[in-house]
């Protein structure tokens, strides 16, 4: 009787000489390899395989790898990412396109871009080419132009090939939250730093600072609106504790003294709120209830003083305290810019060298961080509109799709997505450039992909 179990013929036997001899230059093969590397690397060579593991990992979890592509950047500066001894970067890029590749090439739920999106990225990308003929900063813009072909287009397009099920998405939207809760917990445990070139130490004195403070401060502030809305994912009895973990926290953002990212997480909670209370009350509670015991909370809680001051001046008076900040003066010269360049824009980077006379010391200003403002200056009007349709046709296929639905958890999916949308729309106005405000595009992406394919049956999670 023959056994079920498929068999391999043996192929020829090797003398046991010759199979020696084959196993001693295998052996030697990596010993050389590995001779080089630590000649090359020196002691950072004792992390590759560390590094491979890792790798290996997010290659099977896409959405995870997604995650840490589009937020570790902002982190670049922090402890135990700046010793990394590679761009951590370029080599989440370098990932990201493997798996897209092996995607495309399966061919297995990927979807396309919808036009309205693709096309202005696009437009966005041939106007950053041709501004580089008359760009005022051309190194710089030089450097733009490759951040965004590389970069932010992968952040913007990657959703419609990685997050292809609801448990897709919602394994990048756990990520982004666990992540938050530690990088809020080192930030209470480590050391203030800053990013070369963007802060100083004086800006660090009385206000958190891990790797810097406007992007940490956005991305807890993201993390803190997904653990707001997550008992409305999930079933899990766990779930119950993230509005919890939202307030601490946004109480640590808070200690950025972040005036922007602060301002946005607010007004952005009251538009999730005002949503939630159309057709889902328990959804409404849960955020309501966490803001209340969080502004109970908080007069208990110390926040560092420069921090609690910043925030409380931009409360009790926030155009006068724009009208103080160095943002006001980029604004004006953005629109100076603008007012001479109206059509085609003054160049990719021009900005930069235009306002290079108001740098204060130690800092480079090189953008007027307000994402509409620098598009418009260095692109020109065009461009403009098409940023303008890729974020606002998200916007409208989302929120079309949010009033037709009567699943109350796709609503509650639906609006976590339009309050991350939100979120970036707000921010992006006064901080960032457009390869830094890649978040946006992001969440647009995410609102294109929900608003007009919807996600394949959820899975357990």
């Not at 590094?51 to 135990?80: K, N, T």
């Not at 800053?194 to 992007?215: H, K, L, M």
């Not at 209340?292 to 809680?301: N, S, W």
């Amino acid at each position: 009787m023959l056994s079920g179990r498929l068999v391999t013929p043996a192929g020829p036997k090797l003398p046991p000489l010759l199979g020696g001899l084959r196993e001693a230059l295998v052996a030697a093969g990596v010993a050389i390899v590995a001779t080089a590397f630590a000649v090359t690397l020196g002691p950072a060579a004792l992390a590759l395989p560390v590094a491979a593991a890792a790798a290996y990992v997010l290659i099977r979890h896409p959405p995870v790898l997604l995650a840490l592509f589009v937020f570790v950047p902002y982190f670049e500066a922090a402890p135990g990412v700046s010793a990394i001894p590679f761009d951590p970067t370029a080599g989440l890029a370098v990932l990201v396109v493997f798996v897209l590749v092996r995607r495309v090439a399966s061919g297995d739920g990927l979807r396309m871009p919808p036009a309205p999106l693709l096309l202005p990225l696009l437009l966005i990308g041939v106007a950053i080419l041709l501004g580089l003929l008359w760009s005022g900063a051309p190194e710089y813009g030089q450097e733009k132009a490759l951040k965004y072909f590389t970069v932010t287009l992968l952040a913007a397009l990657a959703p419609f090939a990685l997050l292809t099920t609801e448990r897709d998405l919602l394994r990048f939207l756990y990520t982004i939250a666990a992540g938050a809760v530690v990088v809020a917990a080192l930030t209470l445990v480590t050391e203030p730093t800053v990013a070369e070139g963007i802060a100083t130490e004086y800006d660090t004195q009385g206000r958190y600072s891990f790797g810097g403070q406007i992007f940490p401060a956005r991305f807890l502030c993201t993390g803190a609106l997904i653990l707001f809305l997550l008992p409305g994912l999930t079933r899990s009895r766990w779930a119950l504790l993230a509005p919890l973990a939202a307030v601490g926290v946004t109480i640590v953002a808070s200690g950025y003294g972040a005036r922007g990212p602060m301002a946005a997480f607010f007004a952005t909670l009251v538009a999730v709120a005002l949503i939630l209370s159309v057709r889902s009350g328990r959804a409404l509670a849960t955020v309501v209830v966490a803001v209340v015991v969080g502004a109970a909370v908080l007069p208990f809680v110390t926040v560092p003083d420069s921090a609690s001051e910043r925030l409380s001046e931009a409360a009790r008076d926030p155009v006068s305290t724009l009208r103080g900040d160095t943002r006001w003066i980029l604004y004006n010269q953005a629109i100076e810019l603008i007012e001479g360049h109206t059509v085609f824009g003054a160049g990719t980077g021009t900005f930069g060298a235009y306002v290079s006379i108001v740098s204060p010391p130690r800092q480079r200003l090189l953008y007027p961080h307000n994402i509409f403002l620098e598009v418009w200056a260095e692109l020109g009007i065009l461009p403009l509109l098409a940023y303008m349709l890729a974020v606002g046709g998200g916007a409208w296929v989302l929120m079309r799709r949010l009033a037709a639905t009567d699943d109350r958890h796709e609503r509650n999916l639906l609006t976590l997505a339009f309050g991350l949308l939100v979120f970036n729309f707000l921010v992006t106005q006064v901080s960032g450039d457009i390869n830094d405000n890649r978040t946006l595009l992001l969440a647009a992406s995410l609102a294109w992909l929900l608003g007009s394919y919807g996600l394949r049956a959820r899975e357990a999670v």
